[in-house]
C-alpha cells in the first residue's frame, strides 16, 4: 500500500464545474499536506499548503483535511480550461526538510 | 529572478549508455532535491543535498545512480549502464532550508 493514495482519472468538467480532488494517506503521523498542480511536460508548482485538520480557501481553491479519516481533498469553484493539468496530493515524511511523498496524480481537463 | 533549470530536456539513451542530468537551482537556495517521475506516477524521492553535503540517498534506486553537488550549487545525476526501466522524467528542486520546493522542468530520459 502506498503512504499517499490517489484516484488518478482522468476527470473531465464543463468549464466553471466545482472540481473536487481527493487522496487518502496511511500513515497518522503526516501532519503536513499540499497540494501541487502539474502542466504537461512542467514540473510542479505548490497549489496549497495545509497543517491542521480543517479548510483552507485560496481564491477558488479550498483545501479540506480530515485527519480523522485521513482524508484530503482540494476543491476548485468556477473551474477554467487554465485548471487542466495533473493535481498531486503530497506530503512531506518528517521535519527539518521536506523529503516529500507524492500521491499518483489525478489529471484533469476543464472543458469550454 | 530565473527558475530552477535542468538540461538537457531530453536525452534519449540507448541501453547500457552511461547519463548525466544537470540541475541548476534558484541562486542561494540551500537545499536541493532529485526526484524520479514515471509516467502516469506521482514524482518519487531519490536524494537530498544541503549545500554541497548529500544528506539522504535513501531514494537512490540502485549503485548505477550517483548524484553530486561538489560547489553548493549546480547539481548533477549520473545515470551509468542504463536499463530501460530507467526512463523517466527526473525531476530537481530547490529551496530555501524546509520551506516551499521549487521544481525545475525535468529531464525526460528515454532508454531504448
Known amino acids: 500500500q502506498k503512504e499517499v493514495e490517489q484516484d488518478p482519472g482522468p476527470l473531465s468538467v464543463p468549464e466553471g464545474a466545482i472540481v473536487s480532488l481527493n487522496c487518502t494517506y496511511s500513515?497518522?503521523?503526516?501532519?503536513?499536506f499540499m497540494w501541487y498542480r502539474q502542466y504537461s511536460r512542467k514540473g510542479p508548482e505548490l497549489l496549497m499548503y495545509?497543517?491542521?485538520?480543517g479548510n483552507k480557501e485560496d481564491g477558488r481553491f479550498t483545501a479540506q483535511v480530515d485527519k480523522s479519516s485521513k482524508y484530503i481533498s482540494l476543491f476548485i469553484r468556477d473551474s477554467q480550461p487554465s485548471d487542466s493539468a495533473t493535481y498531486l496530493c503530497a506530503t512531506p515524511q518528517r521535519g527539518g526538510y521536506q523529503k516529500v511523498t507524492f500521491g499518483t496524480g489525478t489529471k484533469l481537463q476543464v472543458i469550454p | 529572478g530565473a527558475g530552477v533549470s535542468q538540461s538537457p530536456r531530453y536525452k534519449v539513451a540507448k541501453r547500457g549508455q552511461d547519463v548525466a542530468l544537470r540541475c541548476d537551482p534558484i541562486?542561494?537556495?540551500?537545499?536541493l532535491f532529485w526526484y524520479q517521475q514515471a509516467l502516469g506516477q506521482g514524482p518519487e524521492f531519490l536524494t537530498y543535498?544541503?549545500?554541497?553535503?548529500?544528506?539522504?540517498k535513501s531514494g537512490l534506486p540502485s549503485d548505477r545512480f550517483f548524484a553530486e553537488r561538489p560547489e553548493g550549487s549546480v547539481s548533477t545525476l549520473k545515470i551509468q549502464r542504463t536499463q530501460q526501466e530507467d526512463s523517466a522524467v527526473y525531476l530537481c528542486a530547490s529551496s530555501l532550508a524546509s520551506n516551499e520546493q521549487f521544481f525545475g522542468p525535468g529531464t525526460r530520459l528515454t532508454v531504448l
Open positions: 500513515n497518522s503521523a503526516f501532519q503536513y
Open positions: 541562486s542561494g537556495h540551500v537545499s
Open positions: 543535498f544541503q549545500n554541497e553535503a548529500q544528506l539522504d
Open positions: 495545509t497543517y491542521s485538520s
